[in-house]
Each structure stands twice: as structure tokens, then as C-alpha cells.
């Protein structure tokens, strides 16, 4: 009964705080700029500015904490290193990234769902495999939450199969000072493909906007725990989902993203998103308690955001241009 209270709390000072927001901060802006055309998708993308912030208060007070208590290695409280990736948490869960993401795509995946239909495409819909079960909310966001995942693994692994794109992907790699702030170390061209990817499966699966927004949220914190420095042994729990310990080998140098005995040559293990499944089944699966150095050989890149955004950039082109 408390419990039930407390949420409606919770509930009705969320509600409140996206419609004062929106009343007096966001309408009379779009008024000023005259882009009341964009009310309503403005509008529905507060709730990424929002739950954002709940995300990032969360990894402040939190997962930075834990990391002071329970570290997996000795570290500088605020390196320079690790100002940037502040700066990345910041521009994606504040729903700068996403709310562009989510404006500019939102009319090509209406009329991608309209040639869908003309063609008769049924989308998978969970709710509809077996109605009394499939249907009820909790269980069709668990097993939509479990497809999104795989599709996370196999673009993860792809990521790290091409020379060009592990150049893109190596940004989020290069992080030698790991905390709960490194997640969103990406580049924004990786980023966009991840979310373009990631946008279309959900829309071919049937999920809902409000999944949609709830499971990318649920998955971002869960990532910024997993990127955490925390040495932490979850026993059994650990072949249920992700730990910061198995994440933290996906990130080792010599082992997350180097073939076995092979430096330099693409290979890797741990690439699993949230659950280590897919990993176990596709013989990527490594389970450590040792704590590696993290970081990748050979690659050193500026502090500085739009200065790592064009090394990455640069690298990229050049594989692809057999140099």
C-alpha cells in the first residue's frame, strides 16, 4: 500500500514538473523562435529531457558513490580524462541527441509503417502470440526488452568486425579511466547508425513510443552501471545480466576487441549489451573477477570532444581508403 503511494506520488510530481516545464519554459520559447509547428513533438521528447535528468542525478549521487566505496581500481576522482565523457552523458541523456533523433526521423518511419501495411506486413507484436499472457504489459516490455537486447549484441559485434567502423567505435574503447560517466563515449556517426538500427527493429517488432522511451532509459542506466568502477560479485546473477566486471574485460587491452594471441587483429569477447546470453551461446563469453587495465593499444586521442570526434573520423576514412 505504501509502495502504491509513494509511486503516485512519484507519478503525479513527474507530470507536474513535465507540464510546468513545458507551460513556462518550452511553449513561450517555441513562440519566441515561431516553431509552434513543433509543439507537439517537442512536447513528447520532454520526457527524454526529463527522465535524463532522474538519469543522471541518479549516476551523480549513485553509481559515483558506489564507484568511491567498492572501486575496481585507484583513480583520480576527476580526471581530465573523464571530463568529456560528462559531456557525451549529458548530450544523450538530456535528450539533445535523441529529441534530434526522434524530430527528424519521426515522419520516415510514419510513412515506412504506411508501405508496411500496404504491403502486409505484420509486425511481430508480442502482445498478440498468446493474449493472456503475451498481453499483458509487464510481459510484452520483457520479451520486447530481450529482442532489442540481441539486436544491440549483433550490432555491437559488427562493430567490431570492420576495420572502418571499430576506427568509429574505438572512441568508446579508448577510455583508460573508466567511470559511470563513460557509456556515451561514442562517435555521434556510431551513435546515429546504433539508433537508426536499433529505431527500426523496434518499429518491425511492434513496440510502443512509451516502451520505446522506457526500455532505451532502463538500458542507458543500466550501460552507465556496467561502464562503473565497481568491483562487484553478483554470484549467479552474473550469467543473468551484464556486471561492471564482465564489461570491464570487453574493454581490457589485449582482450575485449584484439583476437586471442593476435595484437591488433579484431576479435574480442563480452560484447553482450545488458544480458551475457548471447555471448554464452555464441562462444563470446569470458567470466573474470581480475581487473585489466582498460584502453586500446596504440591509440591516443585528445581530451578535447570535437577533437576525438574528427581523429576517430579520420581513422575511419582511411581504412576505408585502404591506407
Not at 16 to 36: G, I, K, R
Not at 313 to 318: K, V
Request: proline share 3%.
Amino acid at each position: 500500500m505504501e509502495s502504491g503511494i509513494l509511486f503516485s506520488y512519484l507519478s503525479d510530481g513527474y507530470s507536474w514538473a513535465e507540464d510546468y516545464l513545458f507551460a513556462n519554459v518550452v511553449s513561450p520559447l517555441l513562440y519566441q523562435l515561431n516553431l509552434t509547428a513543433w509543439t507537439e513533438d517537442i512536447y513528447d521528447g520532454l520526457d527524454w529531457f526529463l527522465l535524463g535528468c532522474i538519469q543522471i542525478l541518479l549516476i551523480a549521487l549513485v553509481l559515483r558513490t558506489w564507484e568511491r566505496f567498492h572501486y575496481a581500481e585507484v583513480q583520480e576522482r576527476f580526471a581530465k580524462a573523464s571530463k568529456a565523457d560528462f559531456i557525451y552523458t549529458l548530450i544523450h541523456r538530456l535528450g539533445i541527441f535523441q529529441g534530434i533523433i526522434f524530430i527528424g526521423l519521426s515522419g520516415f518511419f510514419f510513412e515506412f509503417d504506411s508501405v508496411l501495411h500496404d504491403f502486409r506486413f505484420d509486425r511481430l507484436n508480442v502482445e498478440s502470440w498468446w493474449p493472456p499472457i503475451t498481453a499483458i504489459p509487464v510481459v510484452s516490455f520483457l520479451i520486447y526488452f530481450i529482442m532489442l537486447d540481441f539486436v544491440d549484441y549483433v550490432y555491437h559485434r559488427a562493430s567490431h568486425a570492420f576495420n572502418w567502423w571499430w576506427q568509429l567505435h574505438a572512441l568508446h574503447h579508448s577510455q583508460t579511466v573508466m567511470t559511470a560517466w563513460s557509456d556515451n563515449r561514442n562517435h555521434f556517426l556510431d551513435d546515429v547508425l546504433r539508433a537508426l538500427t536499433f529505431a527500426f527493429f523496434a518499429l518491425l517488432f511492434g513496440v510502443s513510443p512509451s516502451q520505446f522511451i522506457l526500455i532505451v532509459v532502463i538500458s542507458e542506466f543500466i550501460q552507465s552501471w556496467q561502464h562503473a568502477n565497481i568491483k562487484v560479485d553478483l554470484g549467479l546473477l552474473r550469467y543473468l545480466i551484464v556486471s561492471p566486471l564482465y564489461h570491464r574485460l570487453h574493454h581490457a587491452v589485449g582482450y575485449g576487441y584484439e583476437a586471442p594471441g593476435k595484437p591488433g587483429v579484431l576479435g574480442g569477447c563480452n560484447f553482450g549489451v545488458l544480458f551475457p546470453w548471447w555471448d554464452m551461446v555464441f562462444g563470446t563469453a569470458i567470466f573474470t573477477k581480475t581487473v585489466y587495465p582498460t584502453g586500446v593499444r596504440n591509440l591516443e586521442l585528445s581530451n578535447d570532444i570535437l577533437s576525438q570526434q574528427w581523429q576517430t573520423l579520420r581513422h575511419a576514412i582511411n581504412e576505408l581508403r585502404g591506407k
